[in-house]
């Protein structure tokens, strides 16, 4: 069974950083992607950033030149440092591992940019 644990969430002020992290535990079939999506309360999950086996990211552009995902591999973790947050950044963010066979989410980490 896949299971995601995401960590790192909290609250900072606006122009601060934060660092997310994912650990991912069980059996994964084949090359998988992982991703970051984040919901705020009242709108939909939206996709952030995702990175493949073979390192290619891409970023929405909301948090492109702010945010970096990487990846360790022999790790099994994922991270993604967030800099120049703003209160737009205010959202429950979430794990998310695409193998050949299924998705699996983590159950989130809140992330609150406030004063």
């Known amino acids: 069974q896949v299971q995601l644990v995401e960590s790192g969430g909290g609250l900072v002020q606006p122009g601060g950083s934060l660092r997310l992290s994912c650990a991912v535990s069980?059996?994964?079939?084949?090359?998988?992607?992982i991703g970051w999506y984040r919901q705020a309360p009242g709108n939909e999950r939206e996709w952030v950033a995702t990175?493949?086996?073979?390192?290619?990211?891409n970023y929405a552009h909301s948090v492109l030149g702010r945010f970096t995902i990487s990846r360790d591999n022999a790790k099994d973790t994922a991270d993604l440092q967030m800099n120049t947050l703003n209160p737009e950044d205010t959202a429950a963010y979430y794990c998310?591992?695409?193998?050949?066979?299924?998705?699996?989410w983590g159950p989130g980490t809140q992330v609150t940019v406030s004063f």
């Open positions: 990175i493949g086996s073979h390192g290619t990211i």
């Open positions: 069980g059996t994964l079939f084949g090359n998988y992607v």
């Open positions: 998310n591992v695409k193998d050949a066979r299924s998705s699996y």
